[in-house]
């Protein structure tokens, strides 16, 4: 099959999501994948020159080493607010270029606009158009007024698609909600690379280079650092504390970066605050090893209400206790039992985390943990999206 895939955000230096994972995968399978993707980071880049032009990368991987897929990155206007309206034109017109050309067997869309422009052209010319949800996608953009029209514009894909697939039932819930048809939503949940991912990984080199100490009790969060992910407040508890063998090791970057890296300067910190910036996609099983308790300490807000992020999976397949906000989306998948525990917020994270370790948890949480997700597996994920995806050009060939 050939398969095109579109989204409103960097496909090449984003840390790797499902949409990722499964690209590469389908390719292992035979399939030929194109992306259209959109530097969303080209404000932070101060990059000269008011306008990009059209860029195309060849062979880029992202989770498996020599995978083949072509990305394709349209040209716009490096003007604020003017920056959407160019994006319209050359989405539009780079969409209606592959759909020629390419001539896709099937049509996958992610985000708001290209997704939007992405249904509205394959309807037309009687293409199968999958709209892969892994986020309530109206709620990631910032400003209030452009929400607003993102959710319009997420209702009009969802009520105009021919298959929903999305990771958690919260999801599914959500997208009935705004108006898909409950007979045309797949759940297909997160997929774990369960050899790559294993509890018998060694995080003592890690350790050492980061002057971390066998018995330091060593908090972790990985993934892109949203203002909203409950960082700073744990890592202000942390210095709190006082406890000196008490370590927050952060891998990423993002909008809280610089905030946290303030904190971790401060004079009583002493250590107790690690960030290694982003870190190789390769290098990521290790530096989980390397921690006693993995966090998702976000605020139970719009965004991140109905998700289950991907790295708890891998947090969890690493056979670490996992230390959650409350969020519905996550409880809904993993329930109580499982080795997630649940906070209201961020400021309770440090203080359950140093319970646990103090009554001895860890240990078998983090294996209850393990045991949950081994039935995630890539092989199994991959069957169940590829299935869709035939279904879906099997019927438009037949009708």
Request: with cysteine; charged share 30%.
């Amino acid at each position: 099959m050939k398969i095109l895939i579109t989204q409103d955000t960097d496909w090449i230096e984003r840390n790797p999501g499902q949409q990722h994972h499964l690209a590469d995968r389908l390719w292992q399978r035979g399939h030929e994948i194109r992306v259209i993707d959109y530097d969303i980071q080209w404000k932070s880049r101060k990059t000269k020159g008011w306008r990009s032009k059209r860029q195309v990368f060849s062979h880029v991987w992202k989770t498996i080493s020599g995978a083949d897929v072509t990305v394709i990155r349209p040209g716009v206007l490096r003007v604020p607010l003017l920056h959407y309206i160019s994006m319209f034109f050359s989405y539009d017109g780079e969409i209606r270029r592959q759909l020629n050309d390419f001539k896709p067997d099937v049509v996958i869309g992610h985000s708001i606009l290209s997704n939007y422009l992405s249904m509205k052209l394959s309807n037309k010319a009687d293409i199968p158009f999958v709209f892969h949800m892994t986020d309530a996608q109206h709620t990631i953009v910032p400003n209030r007024v452009l929400s607003a029209l993102a959710r319009y514009v997420e209702r009009k894909i969802l009520r105009n698609v021919d298959r929903v697939i999305v990771i958690n039932e919260e999801l599914k819930d959500y997208a009935v909600k705004m108006g898909a048809d409950s007979s045309k939503v797949a759940v297909i949940r997160a997929g774990i690379d369960l050899a790559r991912y294993n509890p018998d990984i060694s995080g003592r080199e890690v350790r050492k280079e980061l002057r971390i100490s066998d018995d330091d009790l060593v908090l972790f969060f990985m993934g892109w650092l949203y203002e909203f992910s409950g960082l700073k407040e744990v890592a202000n508890d942390v210095l709190k504390s006082g406890n000196p063998r008490l370590r927050f090791l952060v891998v990423g970057d993002g909008d809280a970066f610089e905030d946290l890296k303030r904190i971790s300067m401060k004079s009583d910190c002493k250590g107790s605050i690690i960030l290694t910036g982003k870190q190789p996609f390769e290098r990521i099983p290790e530096l989980i090893a390397s921690a006693n308790i993995c966090l998702l300490p976000a605020y139970n807000n719009e965004t991140m209400r109905d998700i289950v992020p991907i790295k708890l999976y891998e947090y969890m397949a690493m056979g670490k206790p996992v230390i959650s906000t409350d969020l519905p989306g996550v409880r809904k998948e993993f329930g109580e039992g499982h080795g997630v525990s649940y906070v209201e917020g961020p400021e309770e994270v440090v203080r359950l985390a140093i319970q646990m370790s103090e009554s001895n948890a860890l240990e078998e949480a983090g294996q209850r943990a393990r045991r949950f997700v081994e039935g995630n597996s890539w092989e199994k994920v991959v069957d169940d999206f590829e299935k869709n995806l035939k279904d879906l050009s099997r019927n438009v060939t037949q009708s």
